[in-house]
């Protein structure tokens, strides 16, 4: 497929040699987990490359410095798809200690593909920046899920940027159609989803992969 102008598939060396190691069936548990938080971080630097910033007058060891430039503008919040998209979470929040945490609970019917909620707990999302992480972006119906709920709090779309470690065509295609002006960010889009609607090559179930669990 081209790349619609909503995509950013985040080419850093770094992140694509320890996305290559999450991939390799052998890679056990806790590896797993930490490269998703470390990814997650490096990620993080791209996606919050256009905050806005301000100036203060502030006194350092040797002067006072006139101008010293600080984040300016919205808040930030994340708002993780569980459980998989909690991981992912951690390393931004390593990177933006003092952003707002929310939860969606989801799980997917495994007949229709449907995203099924079980769990919606945020904070006061309005006049905030909204970043949604879940590291697997498949058919996209958990992720306009979650957008949906996102927006009904009050957050416009240019205010919303989701976070994906590996995307498949089919979900970017969703997302870009219904929510075209709403950013996507990830590390890989993948070549397509099988019949049960897994990625290909994709890593596996995430949540399985992160939490060790089958």
């Known amino acids: ?9 985040l080419k850093h060396p770094l992140i694509q040699h320890k996305l290559t190691i999450m991939r390799k069936s052998t890679t056990v548990t806790a590896e797993f ?20 910033l301000t100036t203060v007058k502030i006194e350092t060891p040797m002067t006072v410095m006139e101008k010293a430039p600080i984040l300016a503008g919205k808040k930030l919040a994340i708002v993780p798809i569980l459980r998989a998209g909690i991981a992912m979470s951690e390393g931004l929040l390593e990177l933006i ?5 929310g939860h969606i609970g989801m799980y997917r019917n495994e007949v229709s593909k449907e995203a099924i909620h079980y769990l919606v707990k945020l904070p006061k999302l309005k006049n905030r920046r909204v970043i949604i992480t879940d590291p697997m972006l498949a058919t996209g119906n958990s992720m306009t899920s979650a957008i949906k709920i996102v927006k009904e709090r009050g957050v416009e779309n240019e205010n919303i940027k989701i976070l994906s470690l590996v ?32 990625i290909l090559p994709g890593l596996g179930d995430a949540g399985d992969r992160i939490f060790g669990t089958k």
């Open 1 to 9: 497929m081209s790349i619609p102008p909503n995509l950013i598939v």
């Open 167 to 198: 995307s498949a065509p089919e979900g970017v295609k969703r997302i870009s159609e219904v929510y075209p002006n709403i950013m996507i960010y990830t590390a890989s889009l993948d070549d397509m989803l099988d019949e049960n609607a897994y």
């Open 97 to 101: 200690p003092l952003a707002r945490v």
């Open 33 to 52: 987990r930490t490269l998703l938080k470390e990814i997650s971080l490096l990620m993080g630097y791209e996606l919050t490359r256009d905050l806005a």
